[in-house]
């Protein structure tokens, strides 16, 4: 009998690759969407014959209820939250909702319907915010400095207080910043990747940006997929940073991008006061020393290779619609 294994935010970047990461370990894989005018399944189009979705909502205890008795999974992961940053600004009461009470309905839901599944909380490497210490590991004081890390610092923390207080089996994934070539448009790696594509093409004539120092832990989302489940197969809960320890700019990320298709990032990149956040994360470098002794993870795509990967990703694309 196949293990069944609920993803909710299946039709996200994360939730695609891990669906197809438990389908080659032989789960059945559930995924929970919203029903909305506007769901996109095109990052899980070409495996949605091989998985089973159903109608749930963060905001909606109920249905998360009906669901977890209905399926009896052995495995939960979280991955669904309002997760753009610079939204959680102009959206911090709805942000609060999903990225944090959706967490509280969720882990009840699985407290009474199905106590004996394994959790997983998509934490954040926002939660570390205005840096205590670099580089940040498990112990890390956390100083969010968006709504959005606010939000994640209280589900990571009701994911502990759930553990302790219920017996389950929850884990928080601290997930330093992850991109593919599924990343949405409106995250600035896949933003600079689409519009190094675009200026290549000849579709765009320049890309404009805010922070440009702003310096982040890049790493490769399938890579970091794989840890997720490790997590879960582990005999004793817990929490894993989960980052290539290494930081890079936002700057140093444009110049490889133009570079990768013979261009001048100077060229192009305007910056525009209208990018900047209200409160800047300047510094974030993860320390995945943990995750790599105990889980037995490690990354596999580096970041030179990730931009590369991205913009070749994002030519193909732009080339496809136009023909």
């Not at 994640?152 to 089996?169: F, P, Q």
């Not at 675009?198 to 805010?210: D, F, H, Q």
């Not at 832990?217 to 794989?226: F, L, Q, S």
Request: contains cysteine.
């Amino acid at each position: 009998m196949k293990k069944v294994a609920l993803i909710t935010g299946i039709t996200g970047q994360d939730g695609s690759y891990l669906a197809e990461f438990l389908l080659e370990q032989g789960y059945r894989v559930i995924g929970m969407t919203r029903r909305s005018s506007t769901v996109n399944f095109e990052r899980i189009a070409h495996i949605q014959d091989s998985i089973d979705l159903v109608s749930g909502d963060l905001l909606d205890q109920t249905s998360l209820m009906s669901i977890l008795r209905d399926t009896q999974p052995a495995e939960v992961y979280n991955l669904a939250a309002q997760s753009f940053v610079q939204a959680s600004f102009q959206q911090a009461v709805l942000t609060g909702e999903t990225t944090a009470l959706g967490v509280t309905r969720l882990l009840d839901a699985i407290r009474v319907s199905a106590p004996e599944a394994r959790f997983y909380q998509a934490s954040s490497s926002e939660m570390f915010g205005k840096v205590q210490e670099v580089p940040q590991r498990e112990s890390t004081p956390f100083y969010p400095r968006s709504p959005y890390g606010v939000a994640k610092v209280y589900g990571h923390w009701l994911t502990i207080n759930y553990r302790e207080s219920y017996a389950m089996h929850t884990n928080s994934g601290i997930l330093f910043n992850h991109e593919s070539p599924r990343r949405g448009l409106e995250f600035v790696t896949r933003k600079i990747s689409h519009h190094v594509a675009g200026i290549k093409l000849g579709l765009v004539k320049e890309l404009r940006l805010g922070n440009l120092d702003a310096q982040r832990d890049w790493g490769y989302a399938r890579d970091y997929v794989k840890a997720m489940w490790l997590m879960l197969q582990q005999d004793t809960p817990g929490d894993y940073v989960v980052a290539s320890g290494s930081t890079h700019s936002v700057r140093e990320f444009c110049e490889l991008a133009f570079s990768s298709v013979g261009l001048n990032w100077q060229d192009y990149v305007v910056q525009d006061e209208r990018f900047m956040r209200p409160a800047e994360v300047d510094l974030l470098v993860g320390d995945p020393s943990r995750a790599e002794h105990q889980l037995g993870w490690k990354r596999e795509v580096d970041f030179e290779s990730l931009v590369a990967m991205m913009v070749e990703s994002d030519i193909d694309l732009l080339k496809s619609q136009r023909a």
